[in-house]
């Protein structure tokens, strides 16, 4: 099983900082994507940012210049760095990775408990 773990969420006022850090765990084999979305009620889960083991960056329009994404592969972490923040960025920030179990020949996609961003106006 591939295992993700997000830390890092919390309460933060407007036009302030927070850093998401995400740790995938378990019998990886390889991993691809890794990012994050977020899930707001009534509302599907949304891209935020991802980042293939490539380098591709792809960000939601909304956080582009104010949100930076970067993992670290030998260690399966990734990080969001957020700033600048909105009362909209709020929600609960899932950490998404696309990997390969070891002794499987395929990719799945894998999501973590999810950590709450609140931003206060």
């Known amino acids: 099983q591939v295992h993700l773990e997000e830390s890092g969420g919390g309460l933060v006022q407007a036009g302030g900082s927070l850093r998401l850090s995400c740790v995938a765990s378990?019998?990886?084999?390889?991993?691809?994507?890794m990012g994050w979305f977020r899930q707001v009620p009534g509302k599907q889960r949304e891209l935020v940012a991802v980042?293939?083991?490539?380098?591709?960056?792809n960000y939601a329009e909304s956080v582009k210049g104010r949100f930076t994404i970067s993992r670290d592969n030998a260690k399966n972490t990734t990080d969001l760095q957020m700033n600048s923040l909105k009362p909209d960025d709020a929600g609960v920030y899932y950490c998404?990775?696309?990997?390969?179990?070891?002794?499987?020949?395929?990719?799945?996609?894998?999501w973590g408990q999810g950590t709450q961003v609140t931003v206060s106006s």
């Open positions: 998404y990775s696309n990997a390969r179990r070891s002794g499987w020949s395929g990719y799945a996609d894998y």
């Open positions: 378990g019998t990886i084999y390889a991993m691809d994507a």
């Open positions: 980042l293939t083991s490539g380098g591709q960056q």
